[in-house]
C-alpha cells in the first residue's frame, strides 16, 4: 500500500498544495514551521480520521479560513482508494471513501494503516496513563473493529454512570439498582478490553524488546509492563467495593479507563532515569514494534512516517534507523527535515529511489 497522490486545500499553514509521493523514500525538507510536520499529519489525519498532533478539527483550518480539505490517492493490493477528509466550522467532519461518505469513523479505522515516529511522542514517557491507554487502544482498534466498538461502548456507560453520580449527589439520593445495571454493563464490556489488551501485550512486548536490541545493541534492559486492578480483582466486585468513594468523587474511580503502562530502564522508572537518546529509542522501539504489530495483524503494509527523525539522534543513529526500515517488511516511508542535505545522504546509502520536496 503507498500513497500517489495528496492534496491540501486550507489545511493548517497551506492555502493549497499537491504532491505525488514515490512509493518508497518521500523527504519533505525545509525551515522550521514551513510546514513539513503539516504534511505528515494530512497523511495520518487521511488514516486514521483525525489529527495526530491536533485533535480538535478547528485547530486544523487554516487562520482567516472556515474549512479544510485533505484529498488522497492511495493504491492498496493494485486497486485505488481515494480518501477525502473535509470539516467546515459549525458543522461535522466527514470522510468519504470512493466519493461515498462514511456513516461511522470506526468503519474507516484500519483501512489504510499508518505509524508515525515523532517528538511529540515523548508525551507517552512524560504524561499520564491516558495518554499510554490511547495508545494501546488505536494500535489494537486498526485491526481489531470489535475492541474498537467495546471500547466505544465501555466510554458510553461510563458516561452515563458518572451522570448519574453526579445526579445522586445533587439531589441527595440514591438507587442502587440502577447503578447495578451500569456496574454489570461496564463489567462485560472492560473484561473483554482487558483480556483483548492482555493477549495484546503478550504479542507485543517480546516485538518490542526485540526492536529495542537492535537500535540500542542491547546496551539496556528495558521493559513494557500492563497495570491493571482487574489482574487481581473482577471488575464487577472492584465496582461494588468502591461505591462510597465513588459516590463522594462522583466518578468512577476504578475499570480498564484507569489502567497503564510501566516503561523502565534497568528495573527503573524511564521517565526519571533514561537519557533523552534512551528515551528516544524507546519510543522508537515502540512505534516500530507497533509497526511490525499492525503489519501483522491487517496483512497491509502500513505507511511510515518519520517527523524530525534528528531530534536527539545523531546522524550514525539515523542512519542506523533508515538502515533497519528498509528491507522487504517496510513499505513507504515519509521522512522530514530540516537539512535536505543530511537528508539526503542518509538516504542515498538506502540504494533505494527516493524523492525529496523542498518546502
Known amino acids: 500500500m503507498f500513497l500517489k497522490h495528496l492534496s491540501l486545500l486550507n489545511y493548517k499553514n497551506f492555502e493549497t498544495a499537491d504532491f505525488e509521493f514515490h512509493q518508497t523514500f518521500n523527504c519533505l525538507v525545509g525551515q522550521n514551521g514551513i510546514g513539513k510536520t503539516n504534511v505528515l499529519d494530512a497523511i495520518y489525519h487521511l488514516s486514521m480520521g483525525k489529527s495526530y498532533f491536533n485533535p480538535l478539527s478547528t485547530q486544523n483550518v487554516r487562520h482567516g479560513e472556515e474549512f479544510f480539505v485533505i484529498d488522497g490517492e492511495f493504491e492498496k493490493a493494485e486497486k485505488n482508494e481515494r480518501i477525502v477528509c473535509s470539516f467546515k466550522k459549525g458543522s461535522k467532519k466527514i470522510i468519504k471513501r470512493n466519493g461515498k461518505p462514511y456513516e461511522k469513523f470506526s468503519e474507516h479505522l484500519g483501512l489504510l ?4 515516529i515523532s517528538p511529540a511522542d515523548r508525551d507517552l514517557i512524560l504524561e499520564g496513563s491516558e495518554t499510554r491507554r490511547k495508545f494501546i487502544d488505536g494500535v489494537i482498534s486498526q485491526s481489531d473493529k470489535k475492541y474498537l466498538n467495546d471500547l466505544i461502548s465501555y466510554n458510553k456507560v461510563l458516561v452515563q454512570r458518572n451522570s448519574l453520580l453526579k445526579y445522586f449527589a445533587a439531589n441527595q439520593t440514591f438507587d442502587q439498582d440502577t447503578l447495578g445495571i451500569y456496574n454489570q454493563q461496564l463489567n462485560e ?29 542491547k546496551s539496556e534492559i528495558t521493559k513494557v509492563s500492563y497495570q491493571s486492578k482487574l489482574q487481581a480483582t473482577p471488575l464487577i466486585q472492584l465496582l461494588e467495593d468502591s ?24 528495573g527503573h522508572p524511564i521517565k526519571k532515569f533514561g ?37 536527539k539522534l545523531d546522524e550514525k543513529r539515523v542512519a542506523q534507523l533508515i538502515a533497519l526500515v528498509n528491507n522487504e517488511r517496510f513499505g513507504q516511508i515519509f521522512i522530514s527535515d530540516t537539512h535536505s542535505t543530511r537528508t539526503e545522504n542518509v538516504v542515498k546509502n538506502s540504494n533505494q529511489n527516493y524523492k525529496i520536496f523542498t518546502l
Do not use: C, W
Not at 473483554?192 to 493477549?199: H, L
Not at 461505591?243 to 534497568?266: C, M, N, P, W
Open 275 to 311: 537519557s533523552q537518546g534512551q528515551q528516544k529509542s524507546f519510543l522508537i522501539a515502540l512505534k516500530l514494534a507497533q509497526f511490525h504489530f499492525v503489519s501483522k495483524e491487517s496483512k497491509t503494509t502500513p505507511i511510515l512516517l518519520l517527523d524530525d527523525i534528528f531530534d
Open 189 to 217: 464490556f472492560g473484561l473483554r478490553i482487558f483480556e483483548s489488551r492482555n493477549r495484546f501485550l503478550q504479542e507485543f512486548i517480546p516485538i518490542f524488546e526485540e526492536q529495542y536490541e537492535l537500535i540500542s545493541n
Open 113 to 116: 494503516p499508518v505509524v508515525i
Open 243 to 266: 461505591i462510597d468513594k465513588d459516590r463522594a468523587l462522583q466518578y468512577t474511580s476504578v475499570g480498564i479507563h484507569k489502567d497503564d503502562l510501566a516503561f523502565t530502564i534497568e
